[in-house]
């Protein structure tokens, strides 16, 4: 299958700080890139979606201005959480859309705010 | 997107064939079957997706009932590295707005 990363794996970040986190196709072109965040024992959920040179789609509920979202080239996304507070705290996964139209993840970010 | 049913857990025994199921009673025609699964602190891993044929890759087979109600993802030889939580999701763009993950199934394999 497609081969999809992210980095860095693990931050520990002050609050009130900023963190980019980046997510990479390797093996295929990703016009269209989804950002999702997991919290413990729960399903994850859609953050927003992304594409190729275009404003991020945000789900409800989702800040825009916090979560900014990148997508510069058709293999790379970014998220920046900005002014990160305790409650950011989370696993956040990418994922890819490939060819026929199947999504391929990321292995993800975990992210702990102080 | 189908909402989809799927029991909490399951537990199958090293070597033997795991069969999992999901209900997915309001599916519509133009909506695929994806199956997913993902390990403790990794993210998802594609497995499988059909519409309405059965479907077989290297990973697993999955079944799909003839009304599309319902459908079987079928690890062959299951391994200890097949625990992990799998989902079962409906989706009509392929994925392409964006996974709706329910609780999905955890599936322990036993030694």
């Known amino acids: 299958g497609a081969v999809v990363s992210q980095h860095p794996s693990r931050v520990i970040c002050k609050s009130g700080t900023s963190v980019k986190i980046e997510c990479r196709s390797l093996?295929?072109?990703?016009?269209?890139m989804f950002w999702y965040r997991q919290f413990p024992k729960k399903s994850l959920m859609l953050m927003a979606t992304?594409?190729?040179?275009?404003?991020?789609?945000?789900e409800q509920g989702v800040e825009k201005d916090k979560f900014l979202i990148n997508h510069a080239s058709l293999t790379l996304s970014t998220l920046t959480v900005t002014s990160a507070h305790p409650e950011d705290s989370s696993f956040y996964i990418c994922s890819g859309l490939g060819d026929g139209e199947t999504q391929y993840f990321g292995p993800g970010t975990r992210l702990l705010v102080l | 997107d189908a909402k989809t049913t799927q029991p909490p857990s399951m537990d199958c025994a090293e070597g033997r064939a795991a069969n999992l199921p999901c209900n997915h009673s309001t599916i519509s025609g133009n909506e695929y079957v994806y199956w997913y699964r993902q390990i403790h602190s990794q993210g998802p891993q594609y497995i499988i997706h059909?519409?309405?044929n059965n479907e077989t890759n290297e990973m697993a087979s999955l079944i799909i009932t003839e009304d599309r109600k319902s459908s079987t993802l079928i690890l062959p030889h299951a391994t200890l590295r097949d625990t992990a939580v799998y989902y079962c999701i409906g989706d009509s763009g392929g994925g392409a707005d964006g996974l709706t993950f329910g609780k999905g199934t955890h599936l322990i394999i036993q030694p």
């Open positions: 093996d295929f072109q990703a016009t269209t």
């Open positions: 992304s594409n190729e040179g275009s404003k991020a789609t945000y």
């Open positions: 059909g519409l309405k």
